[in-house]
C-alpha cells in the first residue's frame, strides 16, 4: 500500500535496517549478558542468571553463558519477546493533531509529520495513516521490516478508534457493523463494537478492525447513516495512546517493541 508520501512496500523491504548483513564484514560480537546489561535488563549478573535459566534466545536457538552475538544484526529474545539491541533503530509513537497530513514533508506546505520530529537525524516511516481531520496514534519508526508487516494486511493488526457521532445510537449499529456492511470497494466490518458515551446529542463509540484501506472508519459509519463528526485512532495493537499530548511523541518501550514483533509473529 502506497503511503501519501509515495513510499512504497519495497521501501520499507529495503531499509538498511532489514537487509541480511553482508558475510563480507566481519561480525562485532561481544558477551551476551553485556548486550542484554546495555539493553537495560538489569546488571551482567542478573542477566546472566537470565541466560543460565534459558530465558534468552540468539536467532532462535537457546544461548548458554559464555555466548556472544552482534548487537546489529542477530535476532535476541528474551521470555520470548524480541530485545531491540540495534542502537541506530528508533520507534516512536505520535499523538497526530487534527489539520496535520500523514506524510514526512508535505509538497503543499501544509503541516506535515516531519515537523513534529525536527530533532531525529534518521529518516523514520510512517506505519499507515491518517487522514487529515483525523487525530490520534501513528507509529515512526526506521525499522523498515517491521514497518512493512505492520501496514501489510496478510499480518492483520488490529486497530481501536473512538468515533464521535450524532447521538442516540440506535441498538442494532453494532450489529450492523459487525455483520458487515457493503462499500464500493467491497464489504467490511468491525472486530468490535461499544458505546463509551453519551451526552446529549452526541455519542462516543469505540470500534476495532484490522483493515487498513482509506478512510474505512468514516466510511463504514456512513454507510449505516451516521457521519464520523471526530475520529481519533487509541491503539495500534498493542500500542496504546495513552495520555499522549496532541503533537507530542515518545519513544517505545523495550516492552512495546517486543510486543511488536509479537503481533507479527517475531
Known amino acids: 500500500m502506497p503511503s501519501a ?22 561480525r562485532n560480537e561481544e558477551r551476551l549478558q553485556k548486550i542484554l546489561a546495555a539493553a537495560g535488563l538489569g546488571s551482567r549478573r542478573n542477566c546472566e542468571r537470565m541466560i543460565d535459566e534459558g530465558r534468552v534466545t540468539v536467532n532462535g536457538k537457546e544461548a548458554t553463558l559464555g555466548d556472544k552475538a552482534d ?4 535476532a535476541i529474545h528474551v521470555d520470548g519477546s524480541r530485545l531491540i539491541t540495534d542502537t541506530r533503530l ?12 500523514s506524510t514526512m514533508d508535505d509538497e503543499k506546505g501544509r503541516e506535515a509529520l516531519a ?13 499507515g495513516r491518517l487522514d487529515l481531520d483525523s487525530e490520534g496514534l501513528l507509529l515512526l519508526m526506521n525499522d523498515g521490516g517491521l514497518a512493512h508487516k505492520l501496514m501489510h494486511p496478510s499480518y492483520e493488526v488490529a486497530k481501536t478508534y473512538q468515533v464521535e457521532i450524532a ?20 464489504p467490511a466490518k468491525v472486530d468490535s463494537f461499544r458505546v463509551v458515551d453519551a451526552y446529549g446529542k452526541v455519542a462516543l463509540v469505540e470500534v476495532v478492525l484490522h483493515e487498513g ?9 456512513d454507510a449505516v447513516g451516521y457521519p464520523v463528526q471526530r ?16 503533537g507530542r511523541t515518545r519513544h517505545l518501550s523495550q516492552a512495546e517493541i517486543g510486543a511488536l514483533f509479537k503481533a507479527v509473529g517475531e
Open 5 to 26: 508520501d509515495k513510499s512504497t512496500e519495497a521501501d520499507f523491504e529495503g531499509s538498511a535496517f532489514d537487509a541480511p548483513p553482508d558475510a563480507e564484514l566481519p
Open 231 to 246: 475520529l481519533i485512532r487509541t491503539q495500534i495493537g498493542p500500542i496504546r495512546l495513552g495520555d499522549l499530548r496532541p
Open 90 to 101: 528508533v520507534y516512536l509513537a505520535l499523538n497526530k493533531p487534527r489539520g496535520v497530513v
Open 71 to 74: 548487537a546489529t544484526r542477530d
Open 167 to 186: 447521538g442516540p445510537v440506535p441498538r442494532a449499529m453494532g450489529r450492523e457493523l459487525k455483520a458487515g456492511v457493503q462499500l464500493e470497494d467491497g
Open 213 to 221: 484501506r482509506n478512510h474505512i472508519v468514516r466510511r463504514m459509519f
Open 115 to 127: 515537523d513534529y520530529v525536527p530533532n531525529l537525524s534518521t529518516r523514520v516511516f510512517h506505519v
